[in-house]
Nanobody, 122 residues
């Protein structure tokens, strides 16, 4: 069974940085559009960023200029570099196959992982 395993979350002060990773056994990872989605406490899912199989990226306005999505197809790993973190970035972060925000925010779906908690607080 294909699995998505997120890691790299933690507690960080405002202005700090974290790098999230998502490892997968997904055979078709290299040809898959992949995204990061997050869920803050008491709120619905929010699309964060998407990268397609050619490396083209898209970001939510709330993270543009601060977050960078990337991928290593040889390692079947998706990354999210998060800089200048703000308290409102606190959430559980999920990686997910696909790139349609309207569908992604309907998750989490069975193929998603458990997510990784990011807490931004002083």
């Amino acid at each position: 069974q294909e699995r998505l395993v997120e890691s790299g979350g933690g507690l960080v002060q405002p202005g700090g940085s974290l790098r999230l990773s998502c490892a997968t056994s997904r055979f078709t990872f290299g040809s898959s559009v992949m995204s990061w989605v997050r869920q803050a406490p008491g709120k619905g899912l929010e699309w964060v960023s998407t990268i397609d199989n050619s490396g083209t990226t898209n970001y939510a306005d709330s993270v543009k200029g601060r977050f960078t999505i990337s991928r290593d197809n040889a390692k079947r790993t998706l990354y999210l570099q998060m800089n200048n973190l703000k308290p409102e970035d606190s959430a559980v972060y999920y990686c997910a196959p696909g790139g349609n925000p309207s569908i992604l925010v309907g998750g989490p779906y069975d193929q998603w992982g458990q997510g990784t908690q990011v807490t931004v607080s002083s």
